[in-house]
């Protein structure tokens, strides 16, 4: 099985950690431990009909970095990176079109995607207000709950097949 290595990059309390730890340990926490640097987990991404089985390398990354961590030894060799934005605070949006944008230069053709964390403190029927340019981005956007587990394991599966189609 193949590894490759996926960023996952937003704001400081967007609950990148959260979705990781969802994903990876199938739990919640509810006490908020901020990421310090970058914490690294493993993920195995079972074969699919459109790909081989893959094992994902995921970097938690600290939100206090910002733009920073693209001049970050951190970004060595990433194949793809996953943006994650907080449904009920619109600035944390703002900034994953900023994020998308440093990603792309720093890594360009490298896949990315946008989750938008936290939609279960949505009230029912809404949705959150996205800026324009995700709205519009050819990049996928899944709207995530690292508390309820909705589409988390979803989000890291299209990564990991959009890694394989561009044989990262």
Do not use: C
């Not at 720093?106 to 996205?130: H, Q, T, W």
Request: aromatic content about 8%; glycine content about 8%.
């Amino acid at each position: 099985m193949s590894a490759r290595k996926i960023m996952v990059l937003g704001e400081i309390g967007v609950g990148k950690s959260s979705l990781v730890r969802r994903l990876v340990h199938k739990t919640f926490e509810a006490v908020y431990n901020p990421t310090i640097g970058v914490d690294v987990y493993q993920y195995d991404v079972p074969p699919s009909e459109t790909g081989a089985p893959v094992s994902l390398i995921v970097w938690d990354t600290d939100g206090n970095l910002g733009d920073a961590i693209f001049r970050h030894v951190y970004m060595k060799e990433a194949a793809a990176a996953l943006i994650v934005g907080d449904a009920t605070r619109r600035s944390t949006l703002d900034s994953m079109v900023t994020y998308a944008s440093g990603f792309a230069e720093a890594m360009p053709g490298r896949f990315f995607g946008f989750a938008v964390n936290k939609i279960d403190l949505m009230r029912p029927g809404e949705r959150p207000e996205l800026p324009t340019a995700l709205s519009r981005d050819a990049n996928p956007l899944v709207e995530t709950s690292a508390l309820t587990g909705e589409n988390v394991t979803h989000v890291f599966h299209e990564a990991a097949r959009a890694i394989l189609r561009r044989g990262q």
